[in-house]
């Protein structure tokens, strides 16, 4: 999310600077607002509630409800973001995780740490009163599903998949419209 606010800056001073119409500033300045609020909220709203009977993890669009007898395990881990063969680097932050498991090892709650401290998630794991994994760290999103099958989705295992299906989706669109504009002006 900060690089696309970074992006969407980045393009706004861009627009302020070079000759093109004001309305791009306009629109990469609502499209920063909208990103601004919603990171925000985001935010503010991140709740985990423990109760006698359940395990509530609350977002600004969801809601997860789990209960609290169903949890036998916690995972933590830190999972390291994709690394750019190109630049041999890192590309963006590492996710915190906690996954609570059930008996058969499957995910029932993912709690993304980075939005509480880690003492609240010590205190949440020691109320919980499961075993606990020490944080490891792992390198990629496949690396963790080797040790930990099923608990990342399909979407992290394979970022690669679909960067290439958005950026294909953009040049798709244009340049069809472009054709049939092409087709049909003859």
């Not at 629109?27 to 423990?50: D, E, K, P």
């Not at 740490?113 to 075993?131: E, F, I, N, S, T």
Request: hydrophobic share 50%.
């Amino acid at each position: 999310m900060a690089t696309v606010v970074g992006l969407v800056g980045v393009v706004e001073i861009v627009v302020l600077i070079s000759d093109v119409p004001t309305v791009f500033a306009l629109i990469a300045g609502a499209i920063m607002a909208v990103l601004i609020i919603l990171g925000a909220w985001t935010f503010l709203t991140a709740r985990i509630i423990l109760t006698s009977d359940e395990v509530v993890v609350r977002g600004p669009f969801i809601r997860r409800r789990q209960p609290r007898s169903h949890v036998t395990k916690a995972v933590r881990a830190t999972i390291d973001p994709m690394k750019d063969p190109l630049l041999d680097q890192q590309r963006g932050v590492a996710d915190k995780s906690l996954f609570l498991l059930d008996a058969h090892d499957t995910l029932l709650i993912r709690v993304r740490v980075a939005y509480y401290k880690r003492q609240d998630v010590d205190r949440l794991v020691k109320m919980l009163g499961v075993p606990c994994s020490d944080p490891h760290r792992f390198r990629s999103a496949k690396e963790f599903d080797q040790t930990y099958p099923g608990l990342v989705s399909w979407a992290e295992l394979h970022p690669y998949r679909i960067a290439f299906a958005v950026v294909g989706a953009m040049f798709a669109v244009p340049l069809a419209v472009a054709l049939v504009l092409l087709t049909t002006a003859s």
